[in-house]
């Protein structure tokens, strides 16, 4: 005897469920690499700042270095650090958001699953629905 067919309401919402883990790990992700990012600049402004104004500092421009002013140098990577700052906090947000959502949506499907019932009906079509 074969298992039940899983109702298309549930697959559904396990299909949002899954969306939604994708996301969440999309942006752990993108907080990862932007937290390197973010360790690697940190890094190489400290090492900066320990010379002198007079040494010859340079920059990376694809493949090649450019002579530059340590000063202006300065200036970027500190405006980098405090970028990914910015950008980090935002991620963490989103990340905050979405783990709500899924423990949201793991709750309506436990719910949904015990009490075995069925979602409401969807809203009735509207006159821009193309299939009418």
Known sequence: MSAPQMPPWLQEQIMKLQQSQQNLQSIMTQRQHLEMEKAETEKALE??????DTDSVFKQAGT????????????????????????????????VRVK???????????EMM?????????????KDNPRK
Do not use: F, H, N, Y
């Open 47 to 52: 090492e900066l700042k320990k010379i002198t």
């Open 64 to 95: 090649v270095l450019i002579k530059s002013d340590k000063k202006i140098l300065v200036d970027e990577l500190e405006e980098k650090v405090e970028l990914s700052k910015t950008r980090s906090t935002v991620l963490e947000k989103q990340e």
């Open 100 to 110: 709500e959502t899924l423990k949201e949506q793991e709750a309506k499907i436990t």
């Open 114 to 126: 015990k009490s075995g019932a069925t979602p409401p009906p969807p809203p009735a079509a509207t």
